[in-house]
């Protein structure tokens, strides 16, 4: 995966009306949620939060990233865990991130990529995604930036199934039954499969 540095300022979590307060001033309340321990060795979460400027190449990109974050010179690596939008206006209005280490597995949606001319498409059919990306489980160091996925074996009206395919190093989460892509037919092949028919 590629590697982003965000810096933010710690804060002190003060409900609606403190969030609310920031995103006046341009800032956006974050999270960061995993290792990080309490005084009694319990999870806590650190409150913090960063500019639209510093967020906005991590949350409006199709890329995924692990992100060295900087808050107020406590360093730490994390990835993004969740992002939440306004409804209308579709600015980020809080965004939480997970603490990863090397050795602990991590769960990660990554894009798929399809490669490869399918036999379908070459009979006239249409490739189309069903999903755009996979859960994956994996220490960070294995996850890639992009699923490759081999289609050129696909035929007309076929699919592939997450069930079918294996990445070395890494967990399928998502379920085996999900399509991942499929040959869809259409009115050309239709007609030259009826037209193949005729002649048989």
């Known amino acids: 995966m590629k590697t982003i540095e965000i810096k933010g ?6 409900g609606k009306k403190a969030a609310k307060e920031l995103r006046k001033q341009g800032l956006v309340p974050c999270n960061i949620y995993g290792e990080l321990k309490d005084e009694k060795g ?3 979460a650190v409150a913090f939060s ?3 400027a ?3 190449k991590l949350i409006y990109s199709p890329d995924i990233y692990t992100v060295n974050l900087d808050v107020d010179g406590q360093k730490c690596l994390a990835v993004l865990k ?3 939008f306004h409804p209308v206006k579709d600015n980020v209005l809080h965004v939480d991130f997970y603490q990863i280490t090397d050795e602990k597995p991590i769960v990660m949606e990554v894009p798929i990529r399809l490669n490869g001319l399918a036999e379908g498409v070459k009979a006239g059919g249409k490739l189309a995604a069903s999903v755009r990306k996979l859960k994956v ?6 996850i890639p ?7 050129t074996h696909l035929e007309l009206g076929k699919t592939i199934k997450v069930g079918e395919l294996h990445f070395e ?3 399928l989460v998502t379920s085996p039954s999900v399509v991942v892509c499929q040959v869809k037919m259409t009115r050309n092949a239709r007609s030259a499969a009826s037209a193949e028919e005729a002649q048989a």
């Open 54 to 56: 510093e967020l906005r």
């Open 9 to 14: 300022t710690a804060r002190v979590c003060g």
């Open 42 to 44: 319990l999870p806590k």
């Open 50 to 52: 960063v500019t639209e």
């Open 145 to 151: 930036e992009r699923l490759d996925i081999d289609v």
């Open 169 to 171: 190093g890494l967990e």
């Open 82 to 84: 969740e992002a939440q």
């Open 137 to 142: 489980k994996a220490v960070h160091t294995a």
